[in-house]
């Protein structure tokens, strides 16, 4: 007997945010698209969140619980990947929340325009109630030639403002992505106790097998500032990371006829 395949999956991390994960969950629950799954990986939490992950789990028949060790966001997200049976896949944080249609939205454009991956907006909140504000105009904008594939890709980098057309960001969360671009091209996110940003390392390999991808100036995706996402001190090992991910930034982009001496750009 042939299992349902949902139409979405997404794949929460969760470490920790028992404060916040009530409101993520809520605005995955309130979805208007429903034929969907959503996968929390309990990576090694030490406060409420695993019995909370479970209770979830043990109400919504759609929700599945992955419970492991400690090992980061990226692990994480990766071990949410190998469970995901969507034919397309979302990551949110669990300490941050989403639009009611953000994901009956990005779908029907990603089947009208047969994108590859499709990315919006967030805006950024704290508890104390600021927020940045919202969009909610704004045409999408479709890449899918060579050219544009590759200031997508330098752009996710650095972006001067002649370029502005090809800044669409490099979170993984304010995405989402076709699952057989990911299995064509076996993605995975890599560690961010290595690299200092998993998310663009990510975003590089999918945009190195992605033919189309499409961008939506939307404010869909809600994303929470707290104090300890703010670097207080100088970290060294971030210093490390930060050369790593260089190095391995200008192997790819080299690799792939991106060098310096292939375009002035």
Do not use: W
Not at 39 to 68: F, Q
Not at 105 to 111: H, I, K, N, Q
Not at 112 to 125: A, H, P, Q, S
Not at 191 to 210: K, Q, V
């Amino acid at each position: 007997m042939n299992r349902h395949q949902p139409t979405v999956s997404i794949v929460v991390p969760v470490y920790n945010t028992a404060r916040y994960l009530d409101e993520c969950m809520h605005s995955l629950l309130a979805q208007t698209l429903t034929d969907m799954e959503i996968i929390l990986v309990d990576d090694g939490s030490t406060d409420r969140s695993p019995s909370m992950c479970d209770a979830y789990a043990a109400a919504h028949p759609n929700v599945k619980v992955i419970h492991k060790a400690n090992q980061g966001l990226g692990m994480a997200r990766n071990s949410g990947l190998e469970a995901a049976t969507g034919r397309f896949v979302a990551f949110v944080d669990s300490d941050d929340f989403v639009s009611p249609s953000t994901y009956s939205t990005a779908v029907r454009l990603m089947e009208r325009k047969n994108l590859d991956l499709v990315k919006f907006t967030c805006n950024r909140f704290t508890d104390t109630g600021d927020k940045e504000p919202e969009s909610h105009d704004g045409e999408p904008v479709i890449y899918s030639t060579p050219e544009d594939i590759r200031l997508l890709t330098l752009c996710i980098f650095d972006a001067p403002r002649t370029m502005e057309r090809y800044d669409i960001g490099g979170s993984s969360c304010m995405a989402l992505y076709r699952m057989d671009l990911i299995d064509r091209g076996n993605i995975r996110f890599k560690s961010e106790r290595e690299y200092i940003s998993e998310d663009y390392l990510f975003n590089l390999d999918c945009y190195g097998h992605a033919s189309r991808i499409g961008y939506l100036p939307h404010t869909l995706y809600h994303y929470r500032v707290t104090p300890d996402s703010l670097t207080q001190r100088i970290d060294r090992d971030s210093i490390r990371r930060d050369e790593a991910f260089s190095r391995h930034v200008a192997h790819e982009l080299i690799s792939r006829g991106y060098g310096p001496e292939s375009r002035n750009y």
